[in-house]
């Protein structure tokens, strides 16, 4: 499979040689040709001269966040458990009447707003940072304001498989919000400023394909590819071929697919036929949509880029397994055209998904996920304020913009390690982790954003210093936020 999706890749990444002045670092292996970079640049260039002269007329507020104990209870006693918890019972008191009940205490708790992904009601999430597990919670949102002041109160959860079991959060103290500040604000802006918060990478008509390949109806487009096989014919491999078959036939399928274009560009010239079903390929993709990338190829290439772009965002790739790399390969697709197409808010958000590797798959193992280049320098040659956005998608707030950006922190400490700014950024990291004025949830997603950038530096050395630094800074934390913090 792995030469396949070389091939694949090498197939979409058109490549350009494009190099930000005053930089050493060799431009062979950028994502997106140079004049489509250079477009990109003078929006980038208008988009940090309206930020400059713009001022902070938000004060972000962090997400709603308290101490809490977690509380878990299997088997006949979870009901009885359950009603004395609807009925306000005092959590010493709950101890005492079940013994058996597991308890994990003094958890920062974290509460999101969110939709139920079957109903689509709107919800109320509760998460913990630290601790000995990784507890969540969802409440229909009216029932979490009923609730009010969560202090001294219960939220529950029951599961009625087999003999029952609850678990629940009791709050010693009401969720609160308290101003991000300023410093770390205008990273936050910085970020509404750069990524459309209005925009999407797809459209609302678009379809989950699964795999990239897999079709409907599409007879035009069946009709094309066809003519094109049947005048460039591609070596045929058996059911049952020995190791030395298989290698001569994928050996042969990449020298067939390395001349794929010039000999498409060859019958587009020369063939009326070829254009004839072109046409109607064309025709036909405008009115059902394409599962195709060869046919958005050759309507990129002879039709219109645009169409191509379009057609890309009508529909959803989700990968089959962790080596099945088709949805970022339709990502780069997608961000490689409206570079091309200069639709700036689609690229940005594109590429993100990408460093952030957002995309949907059946499954994926952490093996898979460590080949999974992050992009970072695409931005840096922008001239975008990397430093600033970098900070500004890792820092949670509870009153952003809708479809506001959000980072990976695990995905994000990686880029970094990748970064001309690695250095900078690492100071800014230490910063948030030792700022008293920053709320605890943000200072302990700078803790995990350092343990992941330095997880990723290649230096051993560097790394045991920063581990040491990085004791030193923890110390500076709330003790309670300390405890178990270590937990995966």
Not at 273 to 283: D, G, P
Request: overall charge negative; proline content about 4%.
């Amino acid at each position: 499979m792995k030469p396949l999706f070389a091939l694949a890749i090498s197939l979409v990444m058109l490549t350009g040689n494009y190099q930000k002045p005053g930089t050493d670092r060799p431009a062979d292996d950028m994502l997106y040709p140079a004049s489509a970079m250079n477009k990109l640049r003078h929006i980038v260039d208008s988009l940090n001269l309206k930020f400059k002269v713009c001022d902070l007329n938000k004060v972000y507020l962090s997400k709603p966040q308290a101490r809490a104990h977690h509380i878990s209870l299997e088997g006949l006693q979870s009901k009885t458990a359950l009603a004395d918890m609807e009925a306000g019972i005092s959590y010493d008191r709950f101890l005492a009447r079940y013994p058996m009940a597991t308890v994990d205490p003094d958890l920062l708790t974290v509460a999101y707003d969110g939709k139920d992904y079957k109903t689509h009601e709107p919800i109320v999430a509760f998460s913990n940072v630290n601790g000995k597990g990784s507890y969540s919670l969802e409440v229909p949102k009216d029932t979490a304001e009923a609730l009010g002041d969560l202090r001294g109160k219960w939220v529950t959860s029951f599961d009625k498989y087999g003999e029952g079991s609850v678990q629940a959060f009791y709050f010693t103290e009401n969720p609160a919000q308290r101003p991000i500040p300023e410093k770390y604000g205008r990273w936050i802006q910085y970020v509404d400023c750069l990524v459309d918060t209005t925009s999407r990478i797809f459209t609302e008509k678009a379809e989950h394909a699964g795999r990239t390949y897999l079709s409907k109806l599409h007879p035009a487009a069946d009709a094309l590819n066809g003519y094109i096989l049947e005048v460039f014919p591609r070596q045929r491999g058996k059911q049952k071929m020995t190791d030395k078959e298989i290698q001569e036939w994928v050996e042969a399928s990449n020298a067939w697919e390395a001349q794929r274009a010039h000999r498409v560009d060859s019958l587009q010239k020369a063939s009326s036929k070829f254009r004839e079903l072109f046409a109607a390929a064309v025709e036909e993709a405008k009115q059902l949509g394409s599962d195709n990338d060869y046919i958005d190829e050759y309507i990129e290439r002879y039709h219109s880029p645009e169409l191509a772009l379009q057609l890309k965002r009508n529909r959803i790739v989700v990968g089959g397994c962790s080596m099945d790399d088709s949805p970022r390969i339709h990502a780069m697709n997608i961000a490689r055209l409206s570079a091309e197409t200069i639709q700036w808010d689609i690229f940005l958000r594109a590429h993100l998904d990408i460093m952030n590797d957002y995309f949907e798959r059946v499954s994926d193992g952490s093996w898979a996920q460590e080949g999974r280049k992050t992009y970072i320098r695409e931005l840096e040659v922008l001239d975008i304020n990397v430093p600033d956005l970098m900070m500004g998608i890792v820092l949670r707030a509870g009153n952003v913009n809708g479809n506001h950006y959000f980072g990976s922190v695990g995905r994000i400490g990686r880029s970094i390690t990748e970064s001309v700014n690695a250095k900078e950024m690492e100071a800014r990291i230490m910063d948030m982790i030792t700022d008293p004025g920053l709320d605890d949830y943000n200072r302990a997603i700078a803790y995990y954003l350092f343990k992941n950038y330095n997880y990723y530096l290649p230096d051993k050395a560097t790394q045991r210093r920063n581990t040491v630094s990085l004791e030193v800074a923890m110390k500076t934390l709330p003790h309670y936020l300390t405890v178990n913090i270590e937990r995966e």
